[in-house]
């Protein structure tokens, strides 16, 4: 480390873009320190990936065994099932605390310095980190060879919504499970949208879900979506509403939502329900982090601009010294992206050139059955397809065939690949059903791979496993390919 400065990597925001770049950073030799004003973990650890899972979990549970049907098809035989809230919330606020710990010890652990307090870059290499004490705010100022920026994001609330934290609230609330609402509205239907509509109606709420855009689940590929909508909407309690904004959202007893046809602008209904899930997306936490002290302007908006090294950019040019990571850059705003991001970022500053892989990047949403995802959707690939001069061949494979599906009884699903006709690359993987969350990850690996269906279909897979839905896949994209190319 250079004798002028306290630090080689000073690190803004302990989530987990942070954690991991600060783990990276220290076996890299680096003296590194990290910031955070709130709590330790970030997002996803306190508000987000972490408790939410473990709503999921418990209420999965009482999902499973209200499944009479389902069970006694095996032969299993359950009495009337209750649940216990308070219990169920412990167990998220539990598993928080115990990985909010774990995560601080490993820090501690390897010498990383943890300072309490607001970072505010003042320069590309100084930062200034503010904190109360008592009744007065103390200030000082730290220099570092390398800053980096992992903010993260909030809840994203619509113009017209007004939120009391209590009857109308976000995810940030939402995981504290203080209430089962006998009738709630979710606004949105995205990944945590689903997810907290999985939760409320195993324990018993009735919800109505209200979607902006023309269809649901729109950031998914269009046959999955169709083929999760039946089960996890149209076999539910569960209401919708498509081309609907949620205009005007008012707390109290009873909450009152003011809907809006998207297309005239035209009032359509008034409605009155118990809460109201706020699921409207996030937006970066930029503000007052002093990137107006050096020039940096954020887009899109409140994004900072970085390049693929996650480098900040001023005027299309990087910052020296200065980095960004996460969901403050909206690259793609998933806890395991940030991780990514940091440790290609820690690289670059060592002059180790590496970038961010964003097509085999997987993501998921835990609902039961669950739906994940990674590279291309068809839409995607063809449009790609288009610009590149190639065309896009697509697969089903399908739960209902696979035999660890079928001795589960959870034949409800499906895999599909997208692959180029012309030299059979796998593009995307697209998965609905039963932990369709860790199938993904080895179509992940192919397509970071950049491998061929034609090469894919060799691999040998265990039997009876779920993984051999995607080998039937692969198996018939192999045999489609060798038709084409014959």
């Known amino acids: 480390m250079s004798q002028e400065f306290d630090y080689d990597l000073v690190i803004i925001g302990a989530g987990v873009g942070g954690h991991g770049a600060a783990l990276h950073a220290v076996a890299c030799g680096l003296k590194t320190a990290i910031i955070e004003a709130a709590d330790m973990g970030g997002t996803c650890v306190n508000r987000g990936c972490i408790p939410s899972k473990a709503l999921l979990a418990a209420s999965g549970r009482v999902r499973e065994l209200q499944n009479v049907r389902h069970l006694e098809s095996m032969g299993v035989t359950v009495g009337p099932v ?87 609230f976000t995810s940030d609330e939402a995981v504290k499970l203080e209430t089962v609402p006998d009738w709630i ?30 269809n649901l689940m729109p950031g998914f ?70 990137l107006d002290n050096i020039g940096v302007e954020t887009v899109r908006p409140g994004f900072i601009p970085v390049n693929d090294k996650m480098q900040v950019l001023k005027d299309g040019e990087p910052v020296p010294h200065l980095w960004a990571i996460g969901d403050a850059t909206g690259k793609m705003m998933l806890a395991h992206a940030a991780s990514a991001q940091g440790v290609v970022a820690v690289e670059n500053m060592l002059g180790r050139s590496r970038t961010v892989d964003y097509r085999s990047i997987p993501a998921a949403a835990f609902t039961h059955p669950e739906v994940s995802f990674v590279g291309l959707t068809e839409p995607q690939a063809k449009e790609l397809g288009q610009e590149e001069g190639f065309e896009v061949a697509t697969v089903r494979s399908y739960f209902k065939g696979n035999s660890k599906a079928i001795a589960e009884g959870e034949g409800d699903g499906l895999a599909k690949l997208v692959y180029r006709k012309d030299t059979g690359e796998l593009l995307g993987a697209h998965i609905f059903g039963i932990h369709a969350a860790d199938l993904i990850q080895e179509a992940a ?42």
């Open 221 to 290: 590929d269009p046959d999955i979506a169709k083929v999760a909508k039946r089960t996890l909407v149209e076999g539910r309690d569960l209401e919708t509403y498509t081309g609907i904004f949620a205009t005007k959202v008012v707390p109290g007893s009873p909450v009152t939502i003011e809907l809006t046809d998207a297309k005239t602008k035209e009032v359509i209904d008034v409605l009155e329900v118990d809460a109201c899930l706020v699921a409207t997306g996030r937006r970066p936490a930029t503000k007052n982090l002093g």
């Open 445 to 486: 690996s192919a397509i970071a791979n950049r491998d061929a269906v034609q090469n894919l279909a060799f691999q040998v897979h265990a039997h009876p496993t779920l993984s051999e839905v995607l080998d039937e896949g692969y198996k018939r994209a192999e045999r489609e390919f060798a038709a084409v190319t014959a």
């Open 185 to 214: 509205a979710i606004i949105g239907s995205g990944y945590i949208g689903l997810e907290f509509s999985d939760v409320y109606t195993a324990l018993g709420s009735e919800v109505t879900m209200i979607e902006a855009l023309d």
């Open 82 to 168: 209750s649940y216990n809230r308070e219990v169920i919330a412990d167990h998220a606020n539990n598993l928080v605390a115990k990985l909010q710990g774990d995560l601080t010890n490993s820090l501690k652990r390897i010498k990383v310095d943890i300072i309490q307090g607001w970072g505010k870059v003042l320069g590309s290499q100084k930062v200034e980190v503010t904190r109360p004490d008592g009744n007065r705010t103390v200030t000082k100022t730290i220099t570092a060879k390398e800053v980096m920026i992992s903010a993260g994001s909030v809840p994203a609330v619509p113009p017209g919504i007004e939120l009391d934290g209590k009857t109308v």
